[in-house]
């Protein structure tokens, strides 16, 4: 990888045409060999990963209007950059915003959003109040009554799904395989897997699915893409 080959050496040897090896110098592996996009030796998944506990919340917008929701969604994404969560399966719906938290970093999470404020004033005022869970805690409760005197004031309620993992298929230029999403899903749902949500990109395509399902999930996309056979 990088920390092995800096990338200006494999362009010079790419570039006069020399085979460049990487190779650990204390085993007998072949080790693996650096080759241009275009004879890289078929498209194929590579590995099954998955990321350890995580928290999924999915915001419900629709009480916020058009005119708000780019405002509202960004000071959102803002809020966790500013206290440094990662965050997981980003998801923008046409009604709804969702993305998934390390479980250890949940609770930095909740103090922040439950119960927060957002005003907006661009053209009309609104005011938006963001709720975590189906029952309303005594802070976000607390809110409400405060904020009575500015009128309407519109909640934005997270449902959360605890004791999720995600699991990811990586593959070097194997993600737009037409088919590929179906394949996993008819492969989840034959094992009796509850896929939670899905993201992916050029490199992976990735599920979100209840923890305790994660060894399962893993081997059944490492059997059904046959890795026990990739070296």
Not at 56 to 70: K, M, N, S, W
Not at 173 to 190: C, H, I, N
Request: with cysteine.
């Amino acid at each position: 990888g990088a920390k092995v080959v800096h990338p200006r050496a494999a362009e010079i040897a790419m570039h006069h045409g020399i085979p460049l090896w990487v190779k650990n110098t204390f085993t007998d592996d072949e080790g693996t060999e650096i080759v241009s996009r275009d004879t890289f030796p078929g498209r194929r998944v590579t590995g099954v990963t998955h990321t350890g506990k995580l928290v999924y919340l999915q915001f419900d917008l629709t009480a916020v209007t058009q005119g708000d929701r780019v405002t509202l969604e960004s000071r959102i994404y803002e809020t966790m950059a500013r206290y440094g969560i990662n965050l997981f399966m980003l998801d923008l719906g046409p009604s709804s915003t969702g993305f998934a938290v390390p479980r250890s970093q949940y609770p930095v999470v909740e103090n922040v959003l439950d119960g927060l404020v957002i005003p907006i004033v661009d053209g009309e005022r609104s005011v938006y109040l963001f709720q975590i869970g189906q029952t309303a805690s005594r802070e976000v409760e607390t809110q409400a009554t405060l904020l009575e005197a500015l009128g309407d004031v519109r909640r934005v309620p997270a449902q959360l799904t605890e004791g999720c993992t995600m699991v990811s298929l990586v593959g070097h230029e194997y993600m737009q395989q037409p088919g590929l999403f179906l394949r996993v899903l008819e492969s989840l749902t034959e094992s009796h897997i509850t896929v939670l949500q899905t993201s992916d990109s050029d490199f992976s395509l990735s599920v979100l699915v209840p923890e305790s399902d994660t060894d399962r999930a893993v081997k059944v996309l490492h059997d059904r893409f046959g890795l026990a056979e990739v070296r």
